[in-house]
């Protein structure tokens, strides 16, 4: 493989931070699950608009190819070679009360983490029979949940056109067919090992081998972010204790995106902000300021509809999960208060 030309267009940080010196550096190592630095790169180099355009293979790959991912990470993360990941589920720490009792500006609140199964590669460096295990055990552990989080699996092998599409838009259940996945292998064998668990409200679901191997979800309609915490840390606790996951001392919770690493969180709000959004210089200077991330009603590449946006915290690695939702709640309340200034201008 040659060093990749990428056009001046190109943002990702892909580009900006693939040399040609660490191009030569790496170009011929490998992991011990035979991925290579092609296979990093690969959906970022077909995928020019790409913003980040590279996924890791395996945990060794963070290791392995660290002169690119360390730079990414820090770029992303602002976390340096010296930091190291903390934790804080302790839902008991947020204070979070919710910011919009009435229900006027915040739709729905959902906290998502992804986890992957510990001696297992990741996706895109995953065979087909090893999904299906990883399917097989991340069933058996959910099916084990007891009281509101007790739910069934749905797998996709199988699964009616109509009730797929039904889940997708109502946000429940993730897409098909994303070409940043697919270029790195992490669609292989589609829908095979792939499949979904809810609880009977919808409120507590877990998505099998898509980007990861699992993202594990609490939802809920309304801005009672604590509740939709709470819900989640007992999930994941109860989930690690029958699937061991990932887990590097320095990087936290290892996912195939670099932008998932640490508490592999992301915490959101649906939420309508349509005077706000006549003025996007002042909304971006707010998000900047709490460092949010703007998504589209349909979640990553989508469009906001009617001035909804999802808004959720982008750091996910250097943070505690506490720090996290904590982050998204302040900056949500910033955004609902400058929302009311708007409308009596
Ligand atoms: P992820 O959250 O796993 O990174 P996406 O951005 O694609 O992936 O979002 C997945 C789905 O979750 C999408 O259908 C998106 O609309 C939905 N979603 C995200 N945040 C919320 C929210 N606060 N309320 C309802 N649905 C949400
Ligand atoms: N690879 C895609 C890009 O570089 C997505 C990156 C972040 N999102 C994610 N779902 N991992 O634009």
Sequence with gaps: MNYPKFPESCTSLLCKFLSEDIFNQLKDKKTANNFTLAQVIKSGVENIDSGIG??????????????LFDQIIAEYHSFTQVDVHKSNFNSAELNAPNPDPEGKYIISTRIRVGRNVADMPLGPAISNAQRNQVESAVVAAVN?????????????????????????????????????????????DWPAGRGIFHNKDK???????????????????????????????????QIEAT???????????????????????????HI????????????????????LQIRGLHGEHSESKGGVYDISNRRRLGITEVEAVQGMYDGVVALISAEKASANR
């Excluded at 590279?54 to 002169?67: C, L, M, N, R, T």
Aim: charged residues 20%; glycine residues 8%; aromatic residues 12%.
């Design 54 to 67: 590279v996924y890791a293979g395996d945990k060794e790959s963070y290791a392995v190819f660290a002169p």
């Design 144 to 188: 084990l949940l007891e009281g509101d989080l007790a739910g069934s699996y749905y797998p996709l092998l199988g699964m009616s056109k109509v009730i797929q599409a039904q889940l997708i838009r109502d946000h429940f259940l993730f897409k098909e067919g994303d070409r940043f996945l697919a270029a790195v292998g992490l669609n292989a």
């Design 203 to 237: 409120t507590f679901l877990v998505w099998v081998n898509e980007e990861d191997q699992m993202r594990i979800i609490s939802m809920q309609m309304g801005g009672d972010i604590q509740t939709t915490f709470t819900r989640l840390a007992n999930a994941v606790k």
């Design 243 to 269: 699937v061991p996951f990932l887990y590097s001392q320095r990087l936290g919770y290892i996912t195939s995106c670099p932008t998932n690493l640490g508490t592999a969180m992301r915490a959101s709000v």
């Design 272 to 291: 309508a902000l349509p005077n706000l959004a006549q003025d996007m210089d002042r909304f971006k200077m707010i998000t900047d300021q709490y460092r």
